[in-house]
């Protein structure tokens, strides 16, 4: 199992500009959640989803879209960057049995100057 | 609403010294508690958990008890390595729809 992946580990983005982080898991996993993390703020949750189709906001969900198509994929959309979106990105997913223990990727590091 | 609060960092030791990281939460009910640890350049891995009042968490030498009638999840290691040296985070279960909730997080590093 390749566990949890994300795509790009590094980006770069000008304000305005839009662009797409990319979320698999192969756990066969229902729940998938994005995080952002800045510093002296721990991890805040952006969106979830709780299976295909259904996705939610979490605390931080201005700026941000999600959809959840298949079972496997959670990608984030950012829709126009600002320079407050500057922070490490982390994908999570868990199976409903598991007692909220996630799962986390590597995470994706951007920047948006 | 829920909540975890734990100390702040940065936390320097030297080899071998005790390690005790607080973190007390605010819940109803009976949450699951977890610490996750992140090395430089990583993910956030689970260290430990605990599932229900009194219970122990335990791996590579760290421990935390959940211990409800202090609402805290303490992490304590005995003797800690330079390899220990990382991002320590307490997480609570029970925010919306199974997420969790997080602590700001504490460094350690740790000197040869």
């Known amino acids: 199992n390749a566990g949890v992946t994300q795509t790009p580990k590094f980006q770069v983005l000008k304000t305005g500009q839009s662009m797409t982080l990319q979320c698999a898991q192969d756990m066969n996993h229902e729940y998938m959640s994005w995080y952002r993390q800045d510093p002296g703020m721990g991890l805040r949750l952006i969106h979830y989803s709780v299976g295909a189709g259904i996705t939610d906001q979490g605390e931080v969900p201005n700026g941000y879209n999600v959809s959840r198509s298949t079972t496997e994929d959670f990608p984030l959309r950012l829709l126009s960057a600002a320079p407050s979106q500057t922070s490490v990105y982390f994908c999570?997913?868990?199976?409903?049995?598991?007692?909220?223990?996630?799962?986390f990727g590597p995470g994706t590091r951007l920047t948006v100057t | 609403g829920n909540s975890v609060t734990q100390m702040e960092g940065p936390v320097t030791l030297s080899e071998e010294a005790f390690l005790t990281i607080n973190c007390t939460y605010t819940a109803t009910g009976y949450p699951s508690l977890f610490w996750y640890v992140q090395y430089p350049g990583e993910g956030l891995q689970l260290l430990l958990k605990a599932t229900k009042a009194d219970d122990k968490g335990s791996n590579k030498g760290f421990e935390a008890t959940y211990r409800k009638e202090t609402t805290s999840f303490h992490l304590e290691k005995g003797s800690v390595q330079v390899s220990d040296s990382a991002v320590y985070f307490c997480a609570l279960g029970g925010g919306s729809q199974g997420n969790l909730i997080f602590g700001k997080g504490t460094k350690l590093s740790v000197k040869p």
């Open positions: 999570a997913s868990r199976n409903r049995f598991s007692s909220y223990e996630q799962y």
